[in-house]
């Protein structure tokens, strides 16, 4: 029966969007990130940096191929001055701080 019916709360509006997203981390951009021109999409693979995934594997979360998931790094790198995937992923953990 759902949730609803039996008296329980349903699912927030994000964890049910997850289950219809698979694949979609639910941290939100910050601002300074929206400000330096990324999308959802390379915040969402900076995102997964941090966690240390790597190409093949956020690849293959995403369903979309390793060298899209390049293409999206390298445009990270430069919208945001970065020389590698580790300066990309300590700028990513950083904006949550601020």
Known sequence: MNG?????????????GLAAHPGQDLRRM????????LSGREWLILTKLI????????ANELGICEATVKVHLRT??????????????IWASEQFLS
């Open 51 to 58: 966690d240390g995934a790597t190409n093949k594997s956020i």
């Open 30 to 37: 910050p601002a300074s990130a929206a400000a330096c021109g």
């Open 4 to 16: 609803t019916l039996n008296g329980e709360a349903s699912p927030a509006p994000a964890e049910a």
């Open 76 to 89: 990270c790198f430069r919208k945001i001055g970065a020389k590698n995937r580790t300066q990309a992923a």
